[in-house]
């Protein structure tokens, strides 16, 4: 028996019309200066630029399909091309503006985008690829700048100007693409990930709700994490659905203008990678900031130290929730709020887990020979997921090692308990095998930063002749502070199997970063491999 349910697709420009005719007071902010000075717009006029943009784009021969490619920061461009560029049924895909030259030309002639959008700011970055993008037949520049780099470019603004607000949004099948976005690529070429308007309009919804960020028109959201870094985590939809005003900080994303940002325009929910939180938190010991304003912040993309939830809770008041998720998977999968009826005091325990599994994902654990293990919190393999915003193939891109039976393959190692609260230990190209046992990268990065010397750590595995591969720990030690590897060791005794202690150390001045702000472990291993980190033995008798 089939429903007697209207079948309205699920459209991005369903998400456009609400949030024009239902929180059309609503604002988007963009940050324009180190201490907070911001232009700003209301959701209504973004709308109507939105739709003015779409005009341009058609009239530049976007036609249905076509990819539009973004290389901003986050602003109220990007907010408008998040708009218009699927609501018209084009492509939109979001470039990731600090890849490498190769790779960058690499996903845009990949993905033939035929238009790119650049921030002026940003033309030196294009210019360097300009002459290997092999699709694009139009450039547009927002913002003032000499653009001659480029050869002929369009305006933004004038070529918005030059049109009518009012566009008849077309309907089509949600299963049409909506967005792309390609991974940033840790091993070989990225990989293109294509969302669909249904697998967006359903994440936007999983974002909004209580079981996730519980967004409404009470919020403010500082969208810290880029919004080419797999959809800015939904937040840009999530806030047009429910009237929450956005913050686009641009540039200005060191510690000092954030902590000006966030007094200035006293955001209520904030999203980022560890890394960014670390810094702030850092810069907070000698330059207080108000962080009142936020009744929650997100990190994701890596492991959220357990001792960076409790500093963040105990010296500013802010509640820091760990989510899971990736580029492949919209990216929300899981969000670590702790289950109900739990005491004050155990809070912390659930809060230093992965997450816990948001409604529509589904994920299990599975062994190295593909059986799947229990959801007893304990079993550990590899994760899959699946779900209605999660990716089943790569974008031209066969590669069928990475499905299994039409679940996503994470690369993520960790343990599922009977609750739906995920356990990462680590990704499968970074874990330790010594002696046959596993040692988890992230929890010896976690129980080392847990000393209150210690700024960063990040931990690689090393060949060793006797145990196949050995722990190597890179740490960058408070400025002026003697840590020593003897002393560090000392520390971790009383913290993890004693089998675990790194014997090997280097001292850094800062732990390479990916381009989206990531530990880069690929960095550090060719880094020893050719032998340019120098070398801290401890003498430690290996128990086995
Ligand atoms: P990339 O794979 O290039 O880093 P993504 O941003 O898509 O790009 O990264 C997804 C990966 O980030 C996940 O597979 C996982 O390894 C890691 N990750 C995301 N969130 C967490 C988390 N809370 N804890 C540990 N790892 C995480």
């Known amino acids: ?309 409790e500093r963040f809770r105990d010296e500013l008041g802010v509640q820091l929730v760990q989510g899971w998720g990736m580029t492949e998977t919209s990216p929300i999968c899981s969000l670590a709020l702790p289950p109900r009826g739990v005491p004050e005091e155990e809070e912390i325990e659930w809060r230093s887990k992965t997450g816990r599994v948001v409604a529509g994902v589904e994920v299990r654990v599975v062994a190295e020979d593909g059986s799947i293990l229990p959801n007893d919190g304990e079993s550990v393999g590899e994760f899959e997921v699946r779900g209605p915003w999660i990716t089943g193939s790569y974008y031209g891109d066969p590669t069928p090692e990475r499905f299994h039976d039409g679940w996503l393959c994470t690369g993520d190692i960790g343990s599922l308990d009977p609750r739906g609260y995920m356990q990462i230990s680590d990704r499968t190209k970074d874990v330790i095998k010594s002696g046959g046992e596993w040692i988890s990268s992230v929890e010896l990065e976690n129980e080392v930063m847990a000393h209150p010397g210690v700024v960063e750590a990040a931990v690689i595995a090393v060949p060793d002749e006797r145990w196949s591969e050995r722990p190597l720990v890179a740490v960058v030690v408070e400025a002026g502070s003697a840590t020593s590897a003897d002393q560090l060791v000392e520390f971790l005794g009383g913290r993890v199997s004693r089998w675990w202690l790194p014997e090997r150390w280097v001292f850094i001045g800062e732990v390479p970063k990916t381009s989206v702000g990531k530990f880069d472990k690929k960095v550090l291993r060719a880094q020893y491999a050719d032998g340019t980190l120098e070398v801290v033995e401890v003498d430690i008798q290996t128990a086995r």
């Not at 700011?121 to 780099?149: C, F, M, N, Y």
């Not at 009237?243 to 060191?254: E, I, K, R, S, Y």
């Not at 929650?296 to 993309?301: D, K, L, N």
């Open 1 to 309: 028996m089939l429903s007697t349910m209207q079948d309205a697709p699920l459209l991005v420009s369903g998400i456009l019309r609400h949030g024009q005719q239902v929180y059309g007071e609503s604002r988007v902010i963009t940050i324009v200066g180190p201490d907070g000075q911001a232009t700003e717009a209301t959701f209504a006029v973004v709308a109507e630029r939105s739709e003015r943009l779409a005009k341009a784009l058609a009239r530049l021969g976007v036609g249905d399909s076509d990819r539009v490619g973004t290389f901003l920061w986050n602003n109220q461009a990007h907010q408008e091309a998040y708009l218009a560029i699927p609501s018209m049924g084009a492509v939109l895909h979001t470039l990731n503006i600090r890849l490498f030259p190769e790779q960058l030309a690499y996903v845009v002639n990949h993905a033939e985008d035929k238009v790119i959008i650049v921030d002026a700011s940003l033309i030196p970055l294009l210019a360097r690829v300009r002459d290997q993008l092999t699709t694009v037949k139009h450039i547009v520049v927002v913002g003032p700048g000499d653009s001659s780099a480029l050869g002929e470019t369009h305006s933004y603004e004038e070529l918005l100007a030059a049109e009518e607000p009012g566009y008849a949004w077309p309907t089509f099948d949600e299963r049409q693409a909506a967005a792309m976005c390609y991974t940033s690529g840790t091993t070989g070429n990225p990989k293109g990930v294509v969302y669909s308007h249904r697998s967006t309009y359903l994440h936007s919804l999983a974002v909004t709700s209580g079981a996730a960020l519980g967004i409404h028109d009470q919020d403010r959201v500082l969208s810290i994490v880029p919004m080419f870094h797999a959809n800015a985590w939904g937040t840009p939809y999530a806030a047009f659905m429910t009237g929450a005003d956005l913050v686009m900080p641009q540039q200005f994303l060191q510690a000092a203008p954030l902590a000006a940002i966030i007094a200035a325009h006293r955001p209520t929910l904030s999203a980022g990678v560890p890394t960014i939180w670390n810094d702030l938190l850092r810069y907070s010991q000698s330059n207080p900031i108000d962080m009142s304003s936020l009744r929650m912040i997100t990190a994701g993309g890596a492991a959220v130290p357990r001792q960076l939830i």
